[in-house]
């Protein structure tokens, strides 16, 4: 069953002084990459908030890794877009930002269940067209 990768799950697999580092870095060595979705924009939110706490060559590193690991990068599209504004009017009072809602968007058009992540807040507030719940891992 194919998953979907959130920024914040990567972050803390990478960063030992997260609070969810050991819960991270223990889920993504169960992981089958192949099986792992890391939507474009995370990979882009991930570069960036790497380049602000550590340095630009590390962000270089980091999202290399994560591509030669073999996570599918996927990339937002066409109607994706429409979907993301779509969601962020009918959420707009939760401020959800760009990235979650084109996680949410994804997760609908590949009739994806699964995100591993730590942001609670806004897939608990989402309700999913394709599901009744997203499954929200570790």
């Known amino acids: 069953m194919a998953s979907l990768i959130d920024t914040n799950f990567l972050l803390a697999a990478i ?3 997260d609070p969810n580092h050991q819960k991270a ?5 169960s992981l089958n990459v192949t099986d792992c979705i890391v939507p474009l924009p995370v990979l882009q939110e991930l570069f960036y908030m790497t380049t602000v706490r550590i340095n630009y060559g590390t962000a270089i590193d980091y999202c290399e890794r994560i591509h030669e690991a073999g996570f599918e990068i996927q990339p937002t599209v066409g109607d994706d877009f429409n979907h993301i504004f779509e969601i962020m009017r009918q959420y707009s009072s939760a401020s959800f930002d760009f990235t979650d809602v084109a996680i949410m968007a994804l997760a609908e058009r590949l009739k994806i269940t699964q995100i591993y992540t730590f942001d609670r807040r806004d897939f608990l507030i989402y309700r999913p067209t394709h599901c009744e719940y997203l499954e ?3």
């Open 136 to 138: 929200l891992l570790p």
């Open 15 to 17: 960063f030992p002084n």
């Open 25 to 29: 870095a223990k889920a993504i060595q």
